[in-house]
Each structure stands twice: as C-alpha cells, then as structure tokens.
C-alpha cells in the first residue's frame, strides 16, 4: 500500500453539477497530481500542487480546480460536469518534490449521467 | 501530435513463462521513461524506470530495455506469476519534470 487514500471510492452525478474529491497523502509529502483516467487508457495529468501552490497543469479547462492544504490533503473539484468527466481520478503524491517518484492512491471512480 | 503507446492491447502467456510488454514513444525530447503496474481498483504502482544514457535496466525479475534509435522500450518480466496479471503503462518523461505521459496500457493475463 502507498498510504494514499481517497474518498469516496464511487460517485454518481449528473450533468451539471459540481464534485469535490478529496486525496490524503502520507505525512510530509509535499506535492500532489491530480490525474483522469478513462476506461481504458492511460491516466492523463490534469494538474499538480506543491506546498499549496499550483506548480503546473495539463490541458484541462478551468472548470477543474484543486486545493492543498497544510495537512497533506487536497481536493479536486470539478465543475459544470460533463459526460465525459466519467473517469476514475487518480492522486499521486511526492515526498521530495515535484521531481521525486509519486505514489498513487486507489482512485475515485467518477460517473456523470 | 507526440504520443506515447503500445504495441499490443493484450498479452496472455503461462505461469512461469517470460513475459515481454512493447512500448513505442514519439517525443524526441523524453529522457525518462518509468513502466508502471495497475491491478484492479488500484492506482499505477511504479516498477522501474530508465534514463536515456542507458539502454538496459534490471531489477527484481523484471528487465527495461531502451532502443533510442528507434523509440522503442520494452519490459521484460522473468518467470511470470498470476499475480503479475495486471495493465502495464509505460510513461515517458523529461528529466526534472516528474509529470509522467502515459500510453494506453498492455493487459497482462498470466494463466496458471
């Protein structure tokens, strides 16, 4: 196990509405990214946080936000929601920085309708 | 536009035959490719990963193999077991960007 979790494991929504994921990181690990991944492929990179700071993003549009909080956690929070948004989205945090191996959590696996 | 992706969708071989997972990378500019592991309703799992000054890596039963020439790695899985059966990614990377670019994925199924 990585020691990252992440709540809750299913969730079901419908066009339109907004969610909030949340990611718990191991104690000191000081980033987390934020990846979508649809059945299927590849996790793609949505965007990244170090101490509390966005330090990049992937091409996904504003609608997708994020926070990092002093405790380690953080939260992805997906606006208007799409169809497509249908995916399991993945954390991964870092213990020595943005350049350091990321251990992922479990996923949540995200169904609009 | 640059991609990264594999070969083969799906892979199925015995237990305790050797199993080799293909991956094809476009971007000239990536310098670090990592292979990961995902087993159902589990995140990715780092297994190994490999520079471009290299062209072979080896770790516990499994072996990376790098051909720059023509943007092809490879993952090598020694003896494999049925707990090996899982979807195998490799990623591409730029040295000091740790934001992985992954590929679709290859479904291992190890048959006992």
């Known amino acids: 196990e990585t020691g990252v979790t992440q709540s809750p494991t299913h969730l079901i929504k419908t066009r339109g509405q907004q969610v909030t994921l949340r990611c718990s990181s191991q104690?000191?690990?000081?980033?987390v990214s934020w990846y979508q991944q649809a059945l299927g492929q590849g996790p793609q990179f949505i965007f990244q946080?170090?101490?509390?700071?966005?330090?990049g993003r992937g091409n996904f549009p504003p609608r997708f936000s994020g926070l990092q909080f002093p405790n380690y956690s953080s939260e992805l929070n997906v606006n208007a929601l799409e169809l497509d948004d249908s995916a399991l989205y993945l954390c991964?945090?870092?213990?020595?920085?943005?350049?350091?191996?990321?251990?992922f959590g479990p996923g949540t696996r995200l169904t609009v309708l | 536009g640059e991609s990264v992706g594999l070969h083969l969708p799906t892979l199925s071989v015995q237990e305790g035959d050797n199993s080799i997972i293909n991956c094809a990378y476009s971007?000239?500019?990536?310098?670090?490719f990592i292979w990961y592991k995902q087993e159902s309703g589990k995140g990715p799992q780092f297994i190994i990963d490999?520079?471009?000054?290299?062209d072979k890596r080896q770790g516990q039963r499994v072996t990376v193999l790098l051909n720059k020439t023509v943007k092809h790695l490879s993952l090598q899985i020694a003896a494999t077991q049925p707990g090996d059966s899982a979807v195998y990614f490799c990623?591409?990377?730029?040295?000091?960007?740790?934001?992985?670019?992954f590929g679709r994925g290859t479904s291992l199924i190890v048959h006992p």
């Open positions: 971007n000239s500019a990536s310098d670090y």
């Open positions: 946080y170090y101490r509390e700071e966005e330090n």
């Open positions: 991964a945090s870092s213990l020595k920085g943005p350049n350091s191996e990321q251990f």
């Open positions: 104690s000191g690990h000081n980033t």
């Open positions: 990623a591409e990377n730029t040295w000091g960007s740790y934001i992985p670019t």
């Open positions: 490999i520079r471009s000054n290299m």
